[in-house]
């Protein structure tokens, strides 16, 4: 049974400000809440129609699908819901490449790069303080439990570039990726998906690189940031498997 | 003004049955709409609370943003809706790469991939008969008028399979694609979001490509379908640039 508090407090987090003050977050689904239970997240409460998630919790709440539905964020509740307790992120490692997000607006996206820093070994990514927050509940779901594996920071952008061994930026306009010389690290920033890369971040970068437009026409007026990472940090990758 | 019948044909169209009975299709947004325009689409009706738009057609229709809301399948509707005829799809060019979708479901996947063959070049995208509907809204405003620089053509993969110079397909185990020969000529086929190739299209292609994974963990599921193609198709198009 669920009571009102645990269903107050259970939509309350989906506002940031409640989950910035509470430091817990909600998962929902089976995969990717088992990722989080695999991880050792702290599950702060577990609402489930499946009693086997009262192994991981005391605070385990046996919930019957109707119950599911009030609380869930998704169109077809899946049959666990979780809180977690946010995890503090590691410091930055510099000595690898470093993902970076100028005010990246879209949850989808972050989702999906969090996704793509997972798949391709990226151990750290940064975000500057007005990117959507990567505890949104549509980022967990899209990003599917890859939360467990990328160290994510927020904070300002400036500092970091500055002491980077390469400040690289992308850019409609810039060196092509096939042809720039592409470091092992360094840090590589990727903008919002209207504005691009801010005046005041773009200015400190030394590298401008873009991914070349092909065909006859070449009017496509912008890829998708989440294809952007994916191009980029493909092309990271495959240097790594030459050498 | 906007007639009862005008509304119910357009709210119609949103209905694959109904675009595929009448041919026509509706598009929406100043940007979309004015790409559509510029590759001589013919308009049937436009709605618009601008009147820049009644040179286009004779049947414009000035709409106050109340009417355009009406008939809007936006949450916040742009100034013009219009309504296309759609047009033959030219048949398939097999001297280069044709990109092949197997039973794709998602329509922002669908629009994310036209997008990419517009950037990249690709002329031909095969949809098999059950991949989502390239003239649903949702593909529309996702391909973001990238629909006019690629030729679609809705039909059975298997026939232009065995045809192929090269049949190629994308799995989760496969060779690298960045060791593989990958040629300039042949046919590049991708699988649902949920079940990959299906069986029987599986069956023949005679060579299996997939993305490595990275990192220390590798434990990322999987792609989202459109991030793999945007990064098989940089990949293509990085090895014309060094020839």
């Given at each position: 049974?669920?009571?009102?508090?645990?269903?107050?407090?259970?939509?309350?987090?989906?506002?940031?400000?409640?989950?910035?003050?509470?430091?817990?977050?909600?998962?929902?689904?089976?995969?990717?809440?088992?990722?989080?239970?695999?991880?050792?997240?702290?599950?702060?409460?577990?609402?489930?129609?499946?009693?086997?998630?009262?192994?991981?919790?005391?605070?385990?709440?046996?919930?019957?699908?109707?119950?599911?539905?009030?609380?869930?964020?998704?169109?077809?509740?899946?049959?666990v819901l979780a809180i977690f307790r946010i995890p503090k992120p590691k410091p930055i490692?510099?000595?690898?490449?470093?993902?970076?997000?100028?005010?990246?607006?879209?949850?989808?996206?972050?989702?999906?790069?969090?996704?793509?820093?997972?798949?391709?070994?990226?151990?750290?990514?940064?975000?500057?303080?007005?990117?959507?927050?990567?505890?949104?509940?549509?980022?967990?779901?899209?990003?599917?439990?890859?939360?467990?594996?990328?160290?994510?920071?927020?904070?300002?952008?400036?500092?970091?570039?500055?002491?980077?061994?390469?400040?690289?930026?992308?850019?409609?306009?810039?060196?092509?990726?096939?042809?720039?010389?592409?470091?092992?690290?360094?840090?590589?920033?990727?903008?919002?998906?209207?504005?691009?890369?801010?005046?005041?971040?773009?200015?400190?970068?030394?590298?401008?690189?873009?991914?070349?437009?092909?065909?006859?026409?070449?009017?496509?007026?912008?890829?998708?940031?989440?294809?952007?990472?994916?191009?980029?940090?493909?092309?990271?990758?495959?240097?790594?498997?030459?050498?």
């Amino acid at each position: 049974m669920l009571t009102k508090n645990q269903t107050k407090r259970i939509l309350s987090l989906s506002k940031k400000k409640q989950r910035s003050q509470e430091q817990m977050f909600v998962s929902e689904g089976v995969k990717v809440t088992q990722e989080f239970l695999d991880a050792q997240y702290e599950p702060i409460e577990i609402f489930s129609t499946d009693s086997f998630y009262a192994q991981y919790s005391n605070a385990f709440v046996h919930t019957s699908t109707q119950e599911l539905s009030k609380i869930s964020s998704l169109k077809t509740p899946n049959k666990v819901l979780a809180i977690f307790r946010i995890p503090k992120p590691k410091p930055i490692d510099d000595s690898a490449l470093i993902l970076a997000l100028d005010d990246l607006n879209n949850p989808g996206n972050l989702g999906t790069i969090i996704r793509l820093c997972d798949w391709f070994g990226i151990r750290d990514l940064v975000c500057s303080p007005a990117t959507v927050d990567c505890y949104n509940s549509k980022v967990i779901q899209a990003a599917m439990g890859s939360h467990t594996r990328v160290n994510i920071n927020y904070t300002a952008l400036a500092p970091l570039i500055k002491s980077a061994d390469n400040a690289m930026g992308t850019f409609m306009e810039g060196t092509s990726v096939y042809a720039s010389n592409f470091p092992n690290s360094g840090i590589l920033v990727f903008g919002n998906e209207a504005n691009g890369i801010s005046e005041n971040i773009s200015s400190l970068l030394t590298e401008k690189l873009s991914i070349p437009r092909f065909g006859a026409f070449k009017k496509t007026e912008s890829l998708n940031v989440a294809n952007a990472v994916s191009i980029f940090l493909s092309e990271y990758r495959r240097r790594s498997t030459e050498t």
